[in-house]
């Protein structure tokens, strides 16, 4: 069983009623339901904001929590600055210690997003939805199977180039958009014992989070950043000869 942690800001969720309307359960919770499908997926969530908008202590993270987690899934946009010093450096920790992370799209200026990088994580964006194709850089990564050639998403919020991160190991995604931006969307890396994925979709007042496409790849990644299917992979069982 991989055990999932979401967690989710659930702020504009809140506050915001275009994005209420779009995730009336809380994007956290609409993360949750298509992953629960999954018979290895257990799943629990935590948010920076309580349903009376009244901040969360650390956010419920905790070393025990994420000991017990094998992957994280991190959304983020607001209030980046309210996650305290302390939650970012267990998450970073935690990470280099094995466990998986999940970045979803303005989780790229998150705490725990910038102290792995090392970086400022800024690029540059238009708010105004416009088509995105993400085409399959990498169609043999475990995180791109069953996605054709490319995602189209009709409308999603354009993040462009320079994206302030470091080369990553692998690119699985790139993104292209109508206005004619271009952008790193779907990148691995490698640190310490634990695997990261940062993947571009999921503005809160558009829909990608519904999409098969997009709800495929994050199942693939957890799949992927979960430490136990790392471990099958470096250590294959060797049949002994006779």
């Known amino acids: 069983m991989i055990n999932v942690t979401i967690f989710n800001e659930f702020l504009h969720e809140q506050n915001q009623q275009d994005a209420k309307d779009m ?62 010093d302390l939650a970012a450096a267990y998450v970073r920790n935690a990470v280099h210690e094995g466990m998986g992370i999940i970045f979803l799209h303005s989780g790229h200026h998150s705490k725990p997003f910038k102290l ?74 490698k640190r310490g014992n634990g695997n990261i994925f940062y993947f571009q979709p999921g503005h809160e007042t558009y829909g990608s989070f519904y999409n098969k496409d997009v709800r495929r790849v994050i199942k693939n990644a957890v799949r992927w950043a979960n430490p136990q299917y790392r471990a099958a992979l470096s250590c294959p069982k060797i049949e002994k000869i006779k």
């Open 23 to 84: 995730y009336p359960k809380g994007i956290h919770n609409t993360i949750t339901e298509f992953l629960g499908e999954e018979a290895d997926i257990n799943v629990r969530t935590i948010t920076l904001y309580d349903e009376n908008l009244e901040i969360i202590p650390d956010c419920g993270i905790t070393k025990e929590l994420l000991d017990d987690t094998d992957v994280m899934i991190w959304w983020g946009h607001m209030a980046h600055d309210k996650v305290s």
């Open 116 to 189: 792995l990088m090392g970086t400022s994580g800024n690029l540059s964006w238009r708010e105004d939805g416009d088509m995105e194709r993400l085409w399959v850089i990498d169609p043999s990564h475990p995180i791109a199977q069953g996605i054709d050639r490319y995602i189209e998403l009709e409308h999603e919020e354009t993040y462009a180039e320079p994206f302030d991160i470091p080369t990553p190991d692998r690119l699985v995604f790139g993104a292209w958009y109508e206005g004619g931006e271009i952008f790193r969307g779907g990148c691995c890396f």
